[in-house]
């Protein structure tokens, strides 16, 4: 029976991890469409669309699913998505803002607050929670495709504000206003990205109890979970 229970726990480890892994995709696909549909169908052309197709091939999203992404831009053209912002503050009032794509904004804000008041959180307005939080251009990087004083010297000359180096990545932080300007200069010596985007980034992070820290995680798992959901933002220390 222990064979048998340690054979079940890896199949639902697996299965969960595959669950995780068609959620990514999802969201992926549906980022690249939506700029495929908004801008040109050549990523060399569309800053957005390029950067959608690099962080789908860094999540090793296959080709055939970046190639059916975009083509659906041509299908349902009648269905137009929105870049929709919630602020709010969940279990143990860590501020939080998630990002959605959707096409039914009224779906959207009613899963969303159902899953704040299930969680013991609230959804606020607009301001409540991203005054936490500063707005910058995050450029991500494989460290195995460039060196720490290569990037560094690279971040500086692109007008970059501040470059970070850890165990796996490197981080580039720059004005959003200079995101695309910045990652344009990158990429003549960088080919490969592992995100390029803006985001919110907490200014003061808080830390909670070890005891009360998978309230939190569950939380911010249902929310990942919800399909017009992008991005989630909070100040948890994790």
Known sequence: MAG??????????KGKADKQRS???SKLSKEITVAAKLGSKDSEM???LRSAIQTARSANMPKDNIERAIDRSDMNKGINFESLRYEGFGPERIAVIVETLT???NRTASNIRTIFQKHGGNLGTQGSASHNFNQLGIIRINKKEISDEEVLELAINAGSEECF???NTHEIFCNKENLYKVKNIIE?????????????????KVKIGKDKIQTTEVFLEALENDDDVQ???TNLNQ
Do not use: C, M, P
């Not at 048998?4 to 726990?9: D, K, N, P, R, V």
């Not at 960088?190 to 003061?204: K, R, Y």
């Open 4 to 13: 048998h229970s340690h054979w079940a726990g890896i199949k639902y480890k």
């Open 23 to 25: 959620k990514i995709f």
């Open 46 to 48: 569309n800053s957005r």
């Open 103 to 105: 096409d039914n904004k």
């Open 165 to 167: 180096s850890n165990e």
């Open 188 to 204: 003549q010596k960088v080919s490969n990205f592992i995100s390029t985007g803006i985001e919110w980034f907490a200014l003061n």
């Open 231 to 233: 991005n989630i933002y």
